[in-house]
């Protein structure tokens, strides 16, 4: 992680969200997350669904912690969106800011989930901040208007 803070402030707890497994499992609205609840003076560290937390001293050790259980997952679950969106991870990466995307490691070129369509839409963007296609319903598809070949 590099210093920056992505946890988010809900009030009376923080949280992050965990990587989908799925890419239609990013569109559903029930998404599990790490939480940090200060509660006697100490900070626990939970997943949504799942039983038991663990207690830290300090907030910014719960936030570490809950960080590296998320990278580990990311690692994981990221060759698996890849391969499903029909990507090549030698071009490719994904991120989760602003939720789901496929950046090319060039940087030239980038797909983003829109999560707040009814069901799996994408933007697609080029070089700069316009995108080149919005609402496509497949990454093939978003491919084709970045000037990508279609995957295999």
């Known amino acids: 992680m ?3 803070d992505m946890w988010d402030d809900a009030g009376p707890f923080e949280y992050r ?8 499992a990013f569109f559903t609205e029930e998404r599990d997350m790490l939480t940090i609840t200060p509660e006697r003076g100490r900070f626990w560290l939970g997943e ?3 039983a038991g937390q663990a207690p830290y001293d300090t907030l910014a050790e719960a936030k570490a912690a809950g960080d590296e259980q998320i990278a580990g997952l ?10 499903e969106a029909g990507l090549d991870p030698a071009d490719w990466r ?3 800011r602003d939720g789901l995307r496929f950046e090319r490691i060039d940087g030239t070129a980038g797909i983003i989930a829109d999560d707040q369509a009814p ?23 978003a491919l084709a208007a970045i000037g990508s070949p279609q995957p295999a």
Do not use: M
């Open 119 to 141: 069901r799996q839409r994408w933007d697609a963007y080029g070089l700069g901040d316009d995108p080149v296609a919005t609402g496509v319903k497949s990454v093939a598809e």
């Open 74 to 83: 990311e690692a994981e679950q990221d060759g698996k969106l890849l391969k």
């Open 94 to 96: 994904v991120t989760y």
């Open 48 to 50: 949504t669904g799942v």
């Open 2 to 4: 590099s210093g920056i």
């Open 17 to 24: 969200f965990l990587p989908e497994s799925s890419l239609d």
